[in-house]
C-alpha cells in the first residue's frame, strides 16, 4: 500500500473563509476529504497534516522521508523563502511534488519565486482545490515508473 504525506502550511486552514475569488470557497478539510476519496480509489493512503510553524512542517518532512512513500506540500507563503524547507526536502529520498491553489506566476512579484522547486519532481500552480489530485496523479505516475 503506498503511503503519501500532504503537508499544507501557513494560512491554509483558512481557506474557505476569505479571499474566495483567489483560493476558492472548499475547507482546507473539504480539498483533503475530496483527495483522500481519490487516493483510496487508487489504493493509496493519505495522511494530511496543516501547521503554521515552519519547525512542524519541517519534522514532517523528514518523517515523509523515513515512513511514507511520497510527498505532495503546499507550503504557503514559505515556498517564496524557506532555505530550511528546501533543506529539508533536499534530505529526503522519496518524490515530492509543489502545489499552489492559486497562479504564483500571475500575482505579486515576491511570489513568483519558489525557493523549493529544484528539489521537487514538478510543481502544479493555479488550478485551484484539484491540484492537489492532479498533484497526486503525477505522483502515481512518477512512483510507478511510467513516462510522462
Ligand atoms: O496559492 C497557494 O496555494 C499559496 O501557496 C497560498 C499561500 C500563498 O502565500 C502562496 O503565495 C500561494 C497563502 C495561503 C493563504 O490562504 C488564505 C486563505 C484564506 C484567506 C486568506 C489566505
Redesign the pocket.
Known amino acids: 500500500m503506498m503511503k503519501i504525506m500532504v503537508l499544507n ?4 486552514n ?6 474566495p475569488d ?2 476558492g470557497r472548499e475547507t482546507l478539510e473539504q480539498i483533503m476529504a475530496s483527495l483522500e476519496s481519490a487516493a483510496k480509489d487508487n489504493g493509496c493512503d493519505i495522511e494530511a497534516r496543516q501547521s503554521n510553524h515552519e519547525g512542524d512542517l519541517i519534522d514532517w518532512i523528514h518523517e515523509a522521508g523515513d515512513k511514507y512513500t511520497g510527498l505532495i506540500l ?4 514559505f ?2 523563502y524557506s532555505y530550511a524547507i528546501r533543506d529539508a526536502l533536499a534530505s529526503i529520498d522519496i518524490p515530492s511534488i509543489e ?4 497562479n ?1 506566476y500571475a ?1 505579486e512579484s515576491f ?1 513568483h519565486t519558489s525557493v523549493i522547486s529544484e528539489v521537487t519532481i514538478g510543481q502544479i ?1 493555479g488550478f485551484g482545490s484539484i491540484g492537489y489530485e492532479l498533484a497526486f496523479k503525477g505522483l502515481l505516475h512518477y512512483l510507478k515508473g511510467e513516462e510522462y
Open positions: 502550511g501557513p494560512n491554509l483558512r481557506l474557505g473563509k476569505r479571499e483567489i483560493y503546499n507550503a504557503g507563503a515556498t517564496h502545489v499552489h491553489l492559486s504564483i500575482r511570489r500552480s
